[in-house]
């Protein structure tokens, strides 16, 4: 597994169709996730708007609590 910082992580994921991520939900619970990346217009840096393509909805995840991203075959560890 790759280690990566979260801002070279959001780089990643805007360049990607979709990735897979697990990250650390707001009540505490890990949450694993299919998801492509959106544009977002507000700017708060350490939030990022996804789609989540299994439940087809969107989602913010806060990339403070992002554990680790899968693109294609390339695990990264969110360090």
């Known amino acids: 597994m790759n280690n990566i910082s979260k801002f070279k992580t959001l780089d990643l ?3 990607t169709k979709f990735f897979y991520c697990s990250f650390i939900k707001r009540d505490g619970s890990r949450r694993d996730m299919k998801c492509s990346f959106e544009e977002d ?3 708060n840096s ?3 708007l996804v789609y989540d393509i299994e439940n087809e909805g969107y989602r913010n995840i806060n990339l ?10 390339t695990f990264y560890q969110v360090i």
């Not at 403070?64 to 294609?72: E, F, P, V, W, Y």
Request: no cysteine; glycine share 0%.
């Open 64 to 73: 403070n609590t992002l554990l680790s991203i899968k693109i294609k075959d």
């Open 13 to 15: 994921i805007k360049n």
């Open 46 to 48: 350490s939030m990022v």
């Open 41 to 43: 217009q507000r700017n």
